[in-house]
């Protein structure tokens, strides 16, 4: 009978889920989606080919999101044994620095994590949780987004807080890991001279980070504490004074819900714009808008994500004492020919010289042949790390 692995991939406003044939190469089966949307969720699952199979669209007196997808799975199973399921887990603390099998107790250990990822920790561990329940002996692997920033120097971990704070694990963790994981693989087989040298990967999704691979190590990256440092994202403002915050507490009576809700979901590129979290959605208003305000305030939401990635590359490209190259990966960094047009032409002085027309067709390369550093596109494939993670896990009989 044939054996499966399914594969969650749970963000901050959506569940990804694939299955992974493993019989022989593994190969991606089915690939689906939950999203959520102010009036109840949307479930949709491509087959093999890439064809859509289910587009369902399902309003909040329906069953739990969750509870329909595991249902659904297993009414699809269609005669093959589920063998194990991989879940990338944000939050894996200062202990976990590799995958672990999920036990109560390592469950346990991972909830506690959740004053650190108040929003992510709970969304990643719910399908782990709601497996357990049914399939107790099911084999559940936990693969953490902090696990690949275990190498940064002590140094970029402190935060220069109080001593006491640091005792409590507040100091700089790192996220997107199993991102860079995939990345930083695919480097090391297809260009070992950017794996081996300095180069700086842009996670730009709806969540952002930078993270600067030194020796095929990370050695620093723009998330720190939380999945609320850095970058501007789609709903979260990235890096902002802190002065803000004890402006809004005491101004305007803010307590930590408020404050949790504007900085999660109401800033980045929604707050800012005033229209939409979504890049596409953003670039398509501007082309069609005709109210100048609305132009005005997604030019500028889209010129500060810009601005921000630049001026952390310039951050990091310092802590790495220079650039060899540069690689765009994510949803936006994938996608977005006009934003790594607009974020090159500001390197220049680092030496990077992009090529206008690979960029726009979305190449592998999108620097020309004498610039200094190489930059890079290359697609992410986090559910492929954690779908290897669990085979490593399994004993050779079963894999
Ligand atoms: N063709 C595109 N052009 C510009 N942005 C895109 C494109 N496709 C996807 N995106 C953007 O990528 C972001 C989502 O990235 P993704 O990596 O899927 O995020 P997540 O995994 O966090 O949900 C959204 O802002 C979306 O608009
Ligand atoms: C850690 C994080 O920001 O994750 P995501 O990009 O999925 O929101
Ligand atoms: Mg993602």
């Known amino acids: 009978m044939a054996g499966v692995i399914l594969v969650f991939n749970v963000g901050s406003s959506s569940v990804k889920f694939t299955v992974f044939d493993v019989a022989a190469e593994p190969e991606?089966?089915?690939?689906?989606?939950i999203e959520h949307h102010t009036d109840g969720f949307s479930f949709h699952v491509n087959d093999r080919t890439g064809a859509r199979c289910v587009d369902e669209r399902m309003?909040?007196?329906d069953p739990h999101p969750l509870d329909h997808l595991l249902q659904w799975l297993s009414a699809h199973a269609e005669g093959r044994t589920l063998l194990g399921v991989g879940?990338?887990?944000?939050?894996?603390?200062?202990d976990f620095s590799a995958p672990v099998k999920i036990t109560p107790a390592v469950m346990d250990r991972l909830e506690a994590l959740t004053p650190f990822a108040p929003l992510h920790q709970p969304a990643t561990l719910a399908p782990a949780r709601a497996i357990a329940r049914y399939r107790p002996d099911l084999l559940q692997i936990a693969c953490f987004d902090t696990a690949f920033h275990h190498t940064i120097p002590e140094m970029a971990r402190l935060l220069p807080l109080p001593r006491r704070y640091e005792q409590k694990g507040v100091r700089r963790y790192g996220f997107h890991g199993l991102s860079y994981t995939w990345v930083a693989q695919r480097l090391q087989a297809c260009d070992p001279a950017l794996y081996a040298g300095r180069t700086l990967i842009a996670h730009l999704g709806s969540g952002a980070s930078l993270c600067a691979l030194k020796g095929g190590k990370s050695l620093e990256t723009t998330m720190g504490f939380s999945a609320l440092d850095g970058l501007m994202m789609g709903t979260r403002a990235g890096l902002i004074d802190p002065g803000a915050l004890l402006y809004m507490m005491q101004e305007e009576g803010a307590g930590w819900c408020t404050l949790v809700d504007v900085l999660y979901r109401q800033s980045g590129l929604l707050g800012v714009s005033g229209v939409s979290s979504d890049m596409r959605l953003?670039?398509?208003?501007l082309l069609d808008e005709k109210d100048p305000e609305i132009i005005r305030t997604v030019s500028q939401a889209l010129s500060l994500f810009e601005y921000r990635v630049i001026e952390e590359i310039g951050a990091l490209a310092a802590v790495m004492e220079g650039l060899d190259g540069l690689v765009f990966t994510a949803g936006i960094g994938e996608h977005d020919s006009v934003l790594r047009a607009n974020v090159c032409a500001k390197l220049g002085w680092l030496g990077v010289k992009l090529d206008a027309q690979a960029n726009a067709r979305h190449a592998s390369?999108?620097?020309?042949?004498?610039s200094a550093v190489t930059v890079r596109v290359e697609p992410t494939d986090e559910e492929a790390v954690i779908m290897r993670d669990v085979l490593a896990f399994m004993t050779p009989q079963q894999a």
Do not use: P, Q
Not at 28 to 33: A, F, P, Y
Not at 282 to 285: A, F, N, P, Y
Not at 365 to 370: D, G, K, P, W
């Open 59 to 61: 309003t909040t007196s």
């Open 87 to 94: 879940h990338r887990i944000v939050h894996g603390g200062a």
């Open 282 to 285: 953003l670039r398509k208003r």
């Open 365 to 370: 390369i999108i620097s020309t042949a004498e």
């Open 28 to 33: 991606r089966l089915l690939h689906g989606e």
